[in-house]
């Protein structure tokens, strides 16, 4: 399973990521975009417009399926656990609902090293505490290049919790995960 999260500049640099990922990647993508509190699903009608992969919101009790991207609702944490999606009203987390570490915290502990999380632009630490429980449990890290982040604070402070080595902006985080999911459909783009 693959997890993003993001904040300020997040939705533009998740669209670049998706743009480069084609309609038979296998993996389920589940994101935490910090957004308005008001329900729409604006957001999700935009990412397809650059995904060949479909794009949802996540609803409650769904099963999580690949070779597709959840987003999480408005105003509601998105959780997974083996099989599917739960969301929750708990309290905002780092000032944010949907909270980045909450998905990502969720995704460590369902599946272990099964795991790769992405953190991009942001303007807080949120990610930071779920990246560094991905990581201890065998999962891997990407971060955006902070030089190329519209706020660099959440990336590096992923990066400094992490020591990744995986830094790239977003048209790299595309290719990258290409190479890793499904080597052989890289060689041939």
Same mark, same amino acid.
């Given at each position: /399973?693959?997890?993003i999260?993001?904040? @300020?500049g997040?939705?533009?640099?998740?669209?670049?990521i998706?743009? !480069?990922l084609?309609?038979?990647?296998?993996? $389920?993508?589940?994101? *935490? @975009?910090?957004?308005?509190?008001?329900?729409? =699903?604006?957001?999700?009608?935009? @990412?397809?417009?650059d995904s060949?992969?479909?794009?949802?919101?996540?609803? =409650?009790? !769904? $099963?999580?399926?690949?070779?597709h991207?959840?987003?999480? $609702?408005?105003?509601?944490?998105?959780?997974?656990? $083996?099989?599917?999606?739960?969301?929750s009203?708990d =309290?905002p987390?780092?000032y *944010?609902?949907p909270s980045i570490?909450?998905?990502f !915290?969720?995704?460590? =502990?369902a599946f272990?090293p099964?795991?790769? *999380?992405?953190?991009?632009?942001?303007?807080?630490?949120?990610g930071?505490?779920?990246?560094?429980?991905?990581?201890?449990?065998?999962?891997?890290?990407?971060?955006?290049?902070? !030089?190329t982040?519209?706020?660099?604070? /959440?990336?590096?402070?992923t @990066?400094?919790a992490?020591?990744?080595?995986?830094?790239y902006?977003?048209?790299?985080?595309? *290719?990258?995960l290409?190479?890793?999911?499904?080597p052989?459909?890289?060689?041939?783009?």
């Amino acid at each position: /399973m693959i997890v993003i999260g993001g904040s @300020l500049g997040g939705m533009k640099a998740l669209r670049v990521i998706l743009k !480069e990922l084609p309609a038979t990647f296998p993996l $389920p993508i589940a994101c *935490a @975009l910090h957004r308005r509190r008001e329900p729409d =699903d604006l957001l999700s009608h935009i @990412l397809q417009q650059d995904s060949a992969i479909p794009v949802s919101e996540a609803l =409650d009790k !769904e $099963p999580i399926c690949g070779s597709h991207v959840y987003i999480a $609702p408005p105003d509601y944490h998105l959780q997974v656990d $083996p099989l599917n999606f739960s969301l929750s009203i708990d =309290d905002p987390v780092q000032y *944010a609902r949907p909270s980045i570490d909450v998905l990502f !915290e969720s995704a460590a =502990d369902a599946f272990g090293p099964a795991v790769i *999380a992405i953190v991009l632009t942001g303007a807080n630490h949120d990610g930071q505490r779920g990246a560094a429980r991905i990581q201890s449990r065998g999962g891997l890290i990407i971060v955006q290049d902070p !030089e190329t982040s519209e706020s660099p604070v /959440m990336p590096q402070a992923t @990066l400094d919790a992490t020591g990744t080595r995986h830094v790239y902006s977003p048209e790299k985080i595309g *290719a990258f995960l290409l190479k890793l999911v499904v080597p052989d459909t890289s060689k041939n783009r």
